[in-house]
């Protein structure tokens, strides 16, 4: 079978493709790990879903280095940079996504600065699969294959459906998120 060469070329995409989602999945796996364990480095790299900023006094809570929960979120405070994520439950009821932003909370030169990410891992997984499905698609349909434009459109309806939907929720919970740690951060009674 002579294949021509815009064919071997959407193949080689399409595995370069693959293995770029296989890398996004596993290193996701290892970012959802540090994220968990409140560790420093996820919660720097990563597309920014929301950045906030404002001038206000040093919150009582970044003085120290500690840990701590309120009824959402847990957060862990080191160097004057507060770092949170969800609080995590085996037994909720809640809607899912794969795009659950992280955030951190720094202060410095009378500015309170917060920047919530989306998870590094999930997007080059997801970058990787609308590539796949794009380009498998194409392929097919050069090809004659009328199932190549349902296999594209499926790709994209599920992948950046996903994808669009999941910003959408997960900024608005972060922005949630966000204001209830700043609140435990200033010292407001009632949280945690």
Known sequence: M???FAVRLGITLFIAAWCIAVVGWAFGVI????VWRLARWPFQIGPIAA???EETPCPVGLAAES??????????VVRRTCLFRRRFSLFELRWNTPLEVKGTISWTNGRLSTVGRYPLGVVVFFFGWLVGWTVGG????TQGHLLGAPFLAFGWVVG??????????ERKRFLGYAAEVTSALRGVAGLG
């Not at 840990?67 to 979120?73: H, I, L, P, S």
């Not at 194409?138 to 349909?141: R, V």
């Not at 459906?161 to 959408?168: D, K, L, Q, T």
């Open 51 to 53: 950045s906030l900023s």
């Open 138 to 141: 194409t392929i097919a349909l």
């Open 2 to 4: 002579d294949l021509t």
């Open 31 to 34: 970012e959802a790990i540090g």
């Open 160 to 169: 950046g459906g996903m994808m669009a939907h999941s910003r959408v929720l």
């Open 67 to 76: 840990a701590n929960e309120t009824a959402q979120v847990k957060y862990r």
